[in-house]
């Protein structure tokens, strides 16, 4: 087991910059998610980390050794792909001991090594098939224990569940998650899914275009969007993103939003009038008023879940999504009073796209 540390790292394929100065520190024994959409940059800086890229520039330390020319064998990684990368012709335990087998490790200690990480992955009663006798998640299974058995001291992830249907990828995270924390591993997860690094992950890298937007633990990216980038990202259905300007009126600060449409941001909040921001508000911070009220979400689209309801729709010109619990009789076209609490806003800038500092939860 050992720390990561990105520093200034950056990668550029001729004038193309595909990672602009990454800095990461991943902590010993930590579960980290690098997420973000495809182009981002995520796999790119997960093998760099792996050797399998090269660095333009910058430095990468894995438990304090700089690995930047170190080839990739020598980094005492373990990579988990999302194809399985599995040799069809051998059986489930040559498959798990073929990286001992060529570093010349006595076979008694190969057999151990698998029978344990066999036991820890229920794979057991599998070791004597083929990959194309078992599962897809069984598969995975064989690749992480593939990694386990060469006990590494990092093990990376390149978006292992990918290719698992809908129910399968919920079961395997939370094996994933538990295996990590079973054995301590520093961990480097990519994917795309925020759901996924949401669940799994103690801490969060969320890229675009090769930049760090944010890094925190993931109620951190959900509470405190550093901007509107990570707002838009994080958060399923995603936040409603309504442009307007600062307004003060006799001490209260309010966010016009057009069509005679204002938000109450509190007393004094210390914004400059005609201020141009963005207020956000996640969906299920959204309530339904007792009674009228001049902001309404007029709706289009319902989607039931089944736990909850989905409304989309729109509030004065803005599209906006209204999350409620439980099963609610609205028809389509229908229109709803709706309150926020101040302390629920997030305000950004529409010009940077930042997140303003204030006296409320933002």
């Given at each position: 087991?050992?720390?990561v540390?990105?520093?200034?790292?950056?990668?550029?394929?001729?004038?193309?910059?595909?990672?602009?100065?990454?800095?990461?520190?991943?902590?010993d024994?930590?579960?980290?998610?690098?997420?973000?959409a495809?182009?981002s940059?995520?796999?790119?800086?997960?093998?760099?980390?792996?050797?399998?890229?090269?660095?333009?520039?910058?430095?990468i330390?894995?438990?304090?050794?700089?690995?930047?020319?170190?080839?990739?064998?020598?980094?005492?990684i373990?990579?988990?792909?999302?194809?399985?990368?599995?040799?069809?012709?051998?059986?489930?335990?040559?498959?798990?001991?073929?990286?001992?087998?060529?570093?010349?490790?006595?076979?008694?200690?190969?057999?151990?090594?698998?029978?344990?990480?066999?036991?820890i992955?229920?794979?057991?009663?599998?070791?004597?098939?083929?990959?194309?006798?078992?599962?897809?998640?069984q598969?995975?299974?064989?690749?992480?224990?593939?990694?386990?058995?060469?006990?590494?001291q990092?093990?990376?992830?390149?978006?292992?569940?990918?290719?698992?249907?809908?129910?399968?990828?919920?079961?395997?995270?939370?094996?994933?998650?538990?295996?990590?924390?079973?054995?301590?591993?520093t961990?480097?997860?990519?994917?795309?899914?925020?759901?996924?690094?949401?669940?799994?992950?103690?801490?969060?890298?969320?890229l675009?275009?090769?930049?760090?937007?944010?890094?925190?633990?993931?109620?951190?990216?959900?509470d405190?969007?550093?901007?509107?980038?990570?707002?838009?990202?994080?958060?399923?259905?995603?936040?409603?993103?309504?442009?307007?300007?600062?307004?003060q009126?006799?001490?209260?600060?309010?966010?016009?939003?057009?069509?005679?449409?204002?938000?109450?941001?509190?007393?004094?909040?210390?914004?400059e009038?005609?201020?141009?921001?963005?207020?956000?508000?996640?969906?299920?911070?959204?309530?339904?008023?007792?009674?009228?009220?001049?902001?309404?979400?007029?709706?289009?689209?319902?989607?039931a879940?089944?736990?909850?309801?989905?409304?989309?729709?729109?509030?004065?010109?803005?599209?906006?999504?209204?999350?409620?619990?439980?099963?609610?009789?609205?028809?389509?076209?229908?229109?709803?009073?709706?309150?926020?609490?101040?302390?629920?806003?997030?305000?950004?800038d529409?010009?940077?796209?930042?997140?303003?500092?204030?006296t409320?939860?933002?």
């Open positions: 087991m050992a720390n540390e990105i520093t200034d790292v950056k990668k550029s394929y001729g004038s193309q910059s595909v990672i602009e100065n990454a800095n990461v520190s991943i902590r024994g930590e579960f980290v998610a690098l997420v973000g495809s182009g940059g995520k796999s790119t800086l997960l093998r760099m980390i792996a050797g399998l890229e090269s660095i333009t520039d910058g430095k330390f894995i438990g304090g050794r700089l690995i930047n020319d170190l080839p990739a064998k020598d980094r005492d373990a990579m988990v792909f999302q194809n399985y990368a599995l040799y069809p012709h051998l059986s489930v335990a040559d498959n798990m001991g073929f990286s001992l087998q060529i570093r010349g490790i006595a076979r008694d200690e190969i057999k151990k090594a698998i029978g344990e990480a066999a036991e992955l229920g794979l057991t009663p599998y070791l004597h098939r083929l990959p194309k006798q078992l599962s897809g998640g598969r995975q299974r064989v690749a992480m224990g593939r990694a386990i058995v060469r006990n590494p990092v093990f990376l992830f390149d978006e292992p569940l990918s290719n698992l249907d809908a129910q399968l990828r919920v079961q395997m995270r939370q094996e994933v998650k538990s295996l990590q924390q079973r054995l301590g591993t961990s480097i997860y990519v994917t795309h899914d925020q759901i996924e690094a949401m669940t799994m992950a103690d801490r969060i890298v969320l675009n275009h090769g930049h760090i937007e944010q890094v925190g633990a993931p109620l951190d990216l959900y405190r969007p550093a901007n509107l980038f990570v707002a838009r990202f994080i958060g399923s259905p995603s936040m409603n993103l309504l442009e307007g300007s600062i307004v009126e006799h001490g209260q600060t309010l966010v016009d939003i057009g069509d005679g449409i204002s938000i109450a941001l509190g007393q004094n909040v210390p914004i009038s005609d201020t141009k921001v963005v207020c956000g508000v996640r969906p299920e911070h959204l309530n339904v008023a007792e009674g009228s009220s001049t902001l309404n979400i007029n709706v289009s689209a319902i989607e879940t089944g736990a909850e309801s989905h409304l989309h729709g729109a509030i004065g010109r803005h599209r906006a999504t209204l999350v409620l619990g439980g099963r609610r009789r609205i028809t389509h076209g229908g229109s709803i009073p709706l309150t926020i609490d101040a302390a629920d806003i997030h305000l950004f529409q010009k940077t796209g930042r997140r303003f500092d204030s409320m939860r933002m």
